[in-house]
T-cell receptor, first 119, second 110 residues
Framework: EPEVTQTPSHQVTQMGQEVILRCVPI?????FYWYRQILGQKVEFLVS????????KSEIFDDQFSVERPDGSNFTLKIRSTKLEDSAMYFC?????????????????FGSGTRLTVV | GQQVMQIPQYQHVQEGEDFTTYCNSS?????IQWYKQRPGGHPVFLIQ?????EVKKQKRLTFQFGEAKKNSSLHITATQTTDVGTYFC??????????FGPGTRLSVLP
């Protein structure tokens, strides 16, 4: 079954450093997302991406964050000047069709996540 | 903004007992999805509900979407240890992205 691949699985970084989290979505999916999950808490939406541009972003996704699809396969999340509170599991997800398609019975396919630890 | 709530936060059951988690939205939803996250894992899509009053079954799992499309439930019959994990609902209103509930963490005692 097709998978969303995320690298690295674990990233440790010093406060103030920049990190890039990488994702390879499923090849025939058109919609890409980043979510984060602070340990033991709920999954929080960060940003959605379609047609090479951001379609929606949450309040969490401020100027510290940026996304890019540098080529036809990778989807990256860059976090500038990391803070301790950025420590979390970051999940990439992709989906085939627009969420509102009433005939769809597929959801987001999540990657295994990157655990970011800011020290 | 839209808020999605789930109860209970935790549920401990004996293997073989039934389990239900409830999801409530502050706004009417167009779709609702359910995900399961095993400990240390990532959310895995279970099902999507779209129609008012819809009921769908997957083996021992029964999913229901409320008539007003503001609430949903997931019921597991005769739980097994493989059912352990956190069950999230995720609701969407037209034109927005899915908002995840806080999840219900299920423990199944053998």
């Amino acid at each position: 079954e097709p998978e969303v691949t995320q690298t690295p699985s674990h990233q440790v970084t010093q406060m103030g450093q920049e990190v890039i989290l990488r994702c390879v979505p499923i090849s025939n999916h058109l919609y890409f997302y980043w979510y984060r999950q602070i340990l033991g808490q709920k999954v929080e939406f960060l940003v959605s991406f379609y047609n090479n541009e951001i379609s929606e972003k949450s309040e969490i996704f401020d100027d510290q964050f940026s996304v890019e699809r540098p080529d036809g396969s990778n989807f990256t999340l860059k976090i500038r000047s990391t803070k301790l509170e950025d420590s979390a599991m970051y999940f990439c997800a992709s989906s085939k069709k627009w969420d509102r398609d009433p005939s769809a019975n597929y959801g987001y396919t999540f990657g295994s996540g990157t655990r970011l630890t800011v020290v | 903004g839209q808020q999605v709530m789930q109860i209970p936060q935790y549920q401990h059951v004996q293997e073989g007992e039934d389990f239900t988690t409830y999801c409530n939205s502050s706004t009417t939803l167009s779709n609702i999805q359910w995900y399961k996250q095993r400990p240390g894992g990532h959310p895995v899509f279970l099902i999507q509900l779209v129609k008012s009053g819809e009921v769908k079954k997957q083996k021992r799992l029964t999913f229901q979407f409320g008539e007003a499309k503001k609430n949903s439930s997931l019921h597991i019959t005769a739980t097994q240890t493989t059912d352990v994990g956190t069950y999230f609902c995720a609701g969407i209103n037209y034109g927005q992205n899915f908002v995840f509930g806080p999840g219900t963490r299920l423990s199944v005692l053998p």
